[in-house]
């Protein structure tokens, strides 16, 4: 009794303990020692102990504690948890972060905990100490934004966000520093003590600009994609820049004497350090991809190999002192293509997401220290100071936006207007870099509080003004979009799929369209509607184009891109790629999907359908080996099926989100019943049945690249629960189209005849139901796969289970009673929330 | 703004024809050929997988804007600018009328460029032919994907423009208007465009 008391009591304090205790950042450079815990342990023990003293110390310990050797990993651990708590409880009500950046969420949570620890005069917990943030958090955020950049429009907009973010940068830090500077000299403001050097420093802190709360309304709103990827861009490669500069003036202000020749060797130094980074992060990408080549047979550590290889080109570029944000994204820029191409499927995803989350943690953790500093430090308010720094920190970036857009736009194909650059200049949110690189100055700098209030002062300014604003006021002066017309799109998807959505990101690929939009259950889901023709179109045009170019010798965008292709696909894929076949795209994409629909519609089958030993089933268990030979056919099955255009899953597009799971999910079900169905049915009708759509010369049938043997012989044993099938599918039109008159199931010949329709029918009802079911769902995808009581469930219960059940179940009177209520069943999904 | 593209495209014309085998005397006189002689030297062209489709673009009657039909055997330079003037970029200032001219030209160009057989629809065997062409550089296997692509974007367009079909009933090929209503989605007036930069065109176009 004694001792659980004990215990509970020991719980507490070390939550107390984690919450306050001081330096556990200074723990972490020497993590050897801990000289300030045990310290810090007598410091709460006395009055704790005392009023429960320690039972007796000379026997054998039966129950000991030995916090001091878990302090650090447990406290990082739990700061970490309790970030990622904030994290989930902004998303359990969606609608906040719609309205409110998740930044300033995190800020408050911060501000609140800092609060409560000011309340009880508890020192903020040094976390961020330079080695911490240099060496953990930063390569983790720029990896993740340098891994999801798209890379294509990033390529078309290459020399705008270069533009932006390399003299952007310096002309908002020196402009700010000057201009500071000036402010300086004035003797009313009483801070005539910063010299130009730390004027300098201190504004190129501040013009580190933060994509992530931009980012997330500038996709909501689905602004153009030009002005997404400029924002995108920039706010990555500013990074780069910021960091080098503040090495360079942390150097320089360090000086104190500043000579002519440390001007000249600053800037010769700005571009070895750039350049340098950008030679490390080629060299790794390149090595990385080449290391992929060969984890064929060890996929379990093919992710790690791109971690390592990633944090080694950091590593290494911050041992040479050259920028290692550039070599990191140019080494993830680099590498994304050829990795994802060698390595599997799942370390695919496995990578995507580790990278996500390691991302999106460290970027949490540091707005969450923000707001709990800000509470906690001691500030050195200076009001000339810190207001005219927010100033000239809104009016340099201003300014520098106008500037700098007239003297980019001759070269821009489609230059930006003033909206746009509007828009550019009023996301120019401070975030999480800029804190950081304030809050790890060194103690020589002498106005160092100074600088971090105002950078913290600018950083919440602008996360909360204009974060907030941003949205309306984007909206309102109706920035340029992409071209799709919401309405139709939404028309259209109400026609195919079934269900109004909430569209909230459309953005145009050459190969289709991608919609992002809350289900019913609030998740977010993205889905690409691919259009092959878009695809195909779009690669005549620019083939087209680059031979115009190539006619008239001009040399541009399609041209260098051409050039480039043919030497990758030449050269180095062949290196690079495991199985190297230069493909273009629209060919890797096909393949790719079909692949994989090839694949899931197989792994699903040979779940679903055990019981009956049909051929189809004990080919499904060899599955891999007859996938390769088989995709050809498989894919003439599924492009019937894929109803009208094709759905996947999108992977990278959307910053802050990952491939949705439960999308693919709904998906995968809404394709595999209607796979298993037009596979029976291919089976069972033979050829005839399938092409009516195309005018073909005669005697040349799409179907004669079907082997025949593989489904003729699943047509041979499966001819009984063919009929079966039939006739459901037959019985599933009564509902809807009940002026019909009753088809008998036995009536063969009859749903021979009409079975196309019917599926035509049938699928419509059908997607429109699975989606429904899908998105009522997407709160576990596990209840799919497990519970399937939707009407995809129902098939294959009902197509699969056991044929005998089959037969009872749907003779035809009971299959009119039957029906109707699974309609009901599946018509307000939403009543039955998963469990 | 016209007229300073066209100069430019005039330079650009001079430019190469000087650098390339064929010469002119003056820019209206010169001709040329249609069986791709001139065309055939231009090395660059060599690796474009729809070489051919891009010559036989230049002289496609269709492509000169005087509602003709067929294809010439040679071109002048008026007929070359006329070709030139479908990678026109867009001004800033236009209205959505003017844009979706615009759009619509480029689209027909590229409608051209699948219809070999002047029709007006691009049927299966057309639209197979330019999927091959395509790919025509990725390899052996490529043949039998372009049909499979071919034949799944076909299906495509039959399901979005016609809608679900009876059996029986054919999708003859896709006419301009599916054309246009397929591609709804593809920004082709940002994008099909070629800068003429470097373009001091008083200077050489003297």
Redesign the interface.
Known sequence: MDYIFYLAIFKVLMLCDILFTPGYGENLDIPLKHPDTSSDLSTWSPNEHGAHPDPDKSRLPIFSVNYPRIQIPFEITLWVLLASFAKIGFHVYHKITVWVPESCLLISIGLIVGGIMHSVHEEPPAVLTSNVFFLYMLPSIVFDSGYFMPTRPFFENFGTVLWFAVVGTLWNSIGIGISLYAICQIEVFGVQDINLQENLLYASIISAVEPVAVLTVFEDISIHEQLYIVVFGECLFNDAVTVVLYNLFNHVAELRVVEAGDVFLGIASFFVVGLGGLLFGLLFGFVASFTTRFTGKVKEIEPLIIFLYSYLSYLIAELFAISSIMAIVTCALTMKYYVEENVSQRSCTTIRHVIKMVGSVSETLIFFFLGVVTITTEHEWNWAYILFSILFALLWRGLGILVLTQIINPFRTIPFNYKDQFGLAYGGLRGAVSFALAFTLPDSIGPKKLFITGTIVIIIFTVFIQGITIRPLLKLMNVRKTNRNLETINVEIHKRVGFTVDIIYVSILNYGLILTFFSNAGLKIIIIILNYNNCLVFQLMEHTVAGIEDLCGQWSHYYWKDKFMKFNNQIIRKILIRDNRPESSIVALYKKLELQNAMEILDSMSGDISSPPSPISSHASKSKKILASDVKNMHELLSKNMYKSRQRTMSHTNKHSLPNDVTAKEILIRRHTSLRRSLRAESFHGPKTSQKFFSLPTGQSLNSRLTPGRFASAGDDDAESEMDYASIRSTFRHPQRSMIPLRRPGNLKKVHSSVNVVDEENEKQRIYRSSRSGSSFTGSAHQITHQPHSFSGNISNKGHGSDSKEQKSFSPPNALKHEPQNNSDVQYPLLRRPQ | MTIITELC?RR??F??SR?ESFTIVSNSSAKMKKPYDD?KT?Q??E?????S??IE?FFDRRNFQKDEVGSVDEIGFEEFLTV?SY?R?PS?HITEEQREEIRRAKLRF?FN??DTDNDGTI???EYRH??EE??S???A??R??A???A??????????SVG??????????ITFEHFLK???????E????????NMDTTVLCK
């Open positions: 495209l650009q014309a430019h190469w650098s065309f231009i660059d062209l690796s474009n997988p729809i070489r489709q891009i673009a030139m990678f970029a800033h590229l460029m699948h049927t299966l065997d330019v999927v395509l790919l550089r990725s390899g296997l490529g039998e994907t049909k499979g692509i034949d799944a974007a076909m299906l495509e367009v039959a399901s979005i679900p079909m009876a059996p029986g009933e054919v999708y003859e090929g397929i591609l709804q989605g593809l920004e082709i940002t994008r099909m465009n070629i800068r003429f930069l």
